[in-house]
């Protein structure tokens, strides 16, 4: 699975940015679906998941309510909706893939390449 993730750009505190992250190689209708971050001098961090059918949503306590994750199968790609934008917001974001349950703490099978986020003050 190839993953390509765009969107990211600057915005200013309060804005809002939609990710993408599209898929090749094969459907990911398999693989629970998510995002990480990392932020200047920081650990990488999870940011959200979504499960296979979508039925199941997870995010980390610091994007929740601003943030929302969802997928479209018909075009094998994953969203990551970021309202209300704060300059701690400012990472490279990653969308990754695991196949069956993508949770946080387990490594995930793909990563995708990231996608800079810069959020001003």
């Known amino acids: 699975v190839q993953l390509q993730a765009s969107g990211g750009g600057l915005v200013q505190a309060g804005g809002s940015l939609r990710l993408s992250c599209a898929a090749s190689g094969r459907t990911i209708s398999n693989y629970g679906m998510g995002w990480f971050r990392q932020g200047p001098g920081k650990e990488r961090e999870f940011v959200a998941a979504i499960s296979r059918t979508g039925s199941n949503r997870s995010y980390a306590d610091f994007v929740k309510g601003r943030f929302t994750i969802s997928r479209d199968y018909a075009k094998n790609t994953v969203y990551l909706q970021m309202n209300s934008l704060k300059p701690e917001d400012t990472a490279v974001y990653y969308c990754?893939?695991?196949?069956?349950?993508?949770?946080?703490?387990?490594?995930?099978?793909?990563w995708g390449q990231g996608t800079q986020v810069t959020v001003s003050s």
């Open positions: 990754a893939a695991r196949e069956g349950y993508l949770v946080p703490g387990i490594d995930p099978d793909y």
